[in-house]
């Protein structure tokens, strides 16, 4: 698409354009491209590999401040609360997730809806942190996602009907969906959401146009793999990293979004948390819990996997994305991974082997480990800041709190961050914060929560929690932050035109120097974001976007910061900017062919 425009005169754009709707819909080749595709939005992280870095740069830091509102939508309804949903765009339509399992097709030149789904949920789903939704995938003539009662769900482009309605899982046993699913040759990728109910993380994949199950490959170690209804495998080796029966109900969950590396055929699934939290209950190092899982797209298996945090005691799971990028050291590229974890360092793996090349912390505070041996690869504890196992004697057998950074909310959470091959940074929306924890007894029961853990989130700056961080992956330096007072639990999005755009839940989309970090724009949206802003270009005119509404786990689980913060409205909009113009192509509702203007 935008690969062969980009060889064309701009007078040929539109017919170029148009060209799509007679094509097969979204193809493998064009995800493959996503990341240099400019014309949409064809997948979550703009590309697979999850950069969320887009090559225009007719926005740029030199006119950013003409920046103006195109249109605005709003999801309606009573349903609000929190809006994580990063938009995907395609041949004209917009479509975006929202809260409580919708879905929109939006004219992207009007504004105006196309179609709606609004799933019906049943009662007593279990969504542990707010009932979001991080967006959709795009295949053919297919928008999938999944929703909270964990259903994987396509839908027509065009009409918006139901083409076919998997059911991923027992929403009763604490399963739900919240990620984008992630599409690579011909299979719809997926994870699984319930860490906090003692469900076993897994990977599906199935047939794209169909939904039929390919493969499954569960998380946690010990637990036996599918592919075509036959065993396909154990992940690991029974009872090597787990005592007992304790991996028949591990955690481990996959509830953030995957990314996908063509060059090696590697699917990255993050998994969350070992279940329960009390990791006395769990001598081990737990795999494959709180770790980086690398599988192949073709077999099913286990290639490499990387642990962030062996035996976690602190809810620190490893489901933020593994970004992926080829780093410069000593003269050489390296096909590496970066990933900004909860536990509060920041990670870069060779992406084919998993091999630790580079960890640092990319927040001030972190008490539960000293580093991360290089050689070992391993975390470098700090015993006595471990919660302590229950306490038969004391009130309630509560164990020894410890106060822990950064808190379970993590130095970083679900709010992507962004690579810019042209500064070579890392843009890591950051979190600093701390939590007291302490253990206390539990028993695993079917549906019911499954931590044998308390807690309380605390502030630790009086001024700030939120931080946007440049970070070099190479030396690990902070090149510049900005400081925000509520805690960053949106994206953010990179540009060639030497821009990086977050958003914040105090409403405003920003948009800064990459170089510098000097603000240059921001728009105040009305309510708070907690989500990816996305970039594209028609017409011959570059496009931003972001969905606002403030919600997600920090209001539901923030404590002190929850009180700090508990002054923010929700909403639930997306709203698209573009360079103010009085030759505007984009309110007319009219195909305008560029030769005119
Ligand atoms: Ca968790």
Sequence with gaps: MSRSKSLLPSLLSLAVALSFTAQAGVTDADLVNANKITTGVLSAGLGSQGQRFSPLAKINTNNVAGLVPAWSFSFGGEKQRGQESQPVVYNGKMFVTASYSRIFAIDTKTGNQLWKYEHRLPDGIMPCCDVVNRGAALYGDLVIFGTLDAHLIALDQNTGKVVWDEKLDDYKAGHSYTSAPLVAKGLVMTGISGGEFGVVGRVDARDAKTGKLVWTRPTVEGHMGFMNGKENGISGETNKSWP?????????????????????????????????????????????????????????????????????????????EFVNFDMMKDGKVIKAGGKADRNGFFYVNDRTNGKLINAFPFVKKITWAKGVNLESGRPEYVAENRPGTPNEAAEGKKGQMVFAAPSFLGGKNQQPMAYSPDTSLFYVPANEWGMEIWNEPVGYKKGAAYL??????????????????????????????????????????????????????????????????????????????????????????????????WGGAVPLWGGDVAKKVNYLNQGGSVWVFKLFSNQSTADSGAIVPVAAH
């Design 244 to 320: 007992g029966d304790m991996w028949k109900t591990g955690g481990a969950s996959t509830w953030n979004n995957f990314t996908y590396d063509p060059e090696t055929n590697l699917v990255f699934a993050g998994t969350g948390n070992p279940a329960p939290w009390n990791s006395h209950t769990r001598e081990g190092d737990n795999l494959y819990s709180c770790s980086t899982v690398a599988i192949n797209v073709d077999t099913g298996k286990i290639v490499w996997s990387y642990q962030n945090t062996p035996n976690d005691g602190w809810d620190f799971d490893g489901v933020n």
């Design 452 to 549: 044998g853990a308390g807690f309380t989130i605390k502030t630790i700056n009086e001024n700030y929690i939120g931080a946007l961080r440049a970070v070099n992956p190479v030396t690990g330096k902070t090149e510049w932050e900005i400081t925000n007072n509520a805690p960053l639990w949106g994206g953010v999005l990179a540009t060639h035109g030497g821009l990086v755009f977050y958003g914040t839940p105090e409403g405003f989309l920003k948009a800064v120097d990459a170089k510098s970090g000097k603000e240059l724009w921001k728009f105040q949206t009305g309510t708070g974001i907690v989500a990816p802003p996305v970039s594209w270009e028609e017409n011959g005119q570059q496009y931003i976007a972001v969905v606002s509404g």
